[in-house]
């Protein structure tokens, strides 16, 4: 679906032509970790300078208090 969307923009569209820059991980110093949340999505990620590392989190999963395995569910 809309992952392919960007597939239908000509080839002089900024998505195309837009320089690419590293955005904050030459501002980050050793060890350090950068956390931004995106409140709409509900999305986090974190960048680990120490080893070049981004993690993606979501928040919108509901887990009952007695479920232990529910994030094993999606290695099936």
Not at 21 to 29: R, V
Not at 39 to 65: M, Q, W, Y
């Amino acid at each position: 679906g809309k992952a392919f969307l960007c597939l239908h923009l000509p080839k002089d569209h900024p998505f195309w032509t837009a320089k690419e820059n590293n955005g904050t991980w030459e501002k980050l110093k050793d060890q350090e970790v950068k956390v931004t949340a995106l409140d709409g999505p509900a999305l986090c990620f974190s960048n680990h300078r120490a080893n070049g590392e981004t993690i993606l989190r979501t928040g919108k999963v509901v887990k009952d208090r007695g479920d232990e395995h529910g994030m094993w569910n999606y290695s099936k």
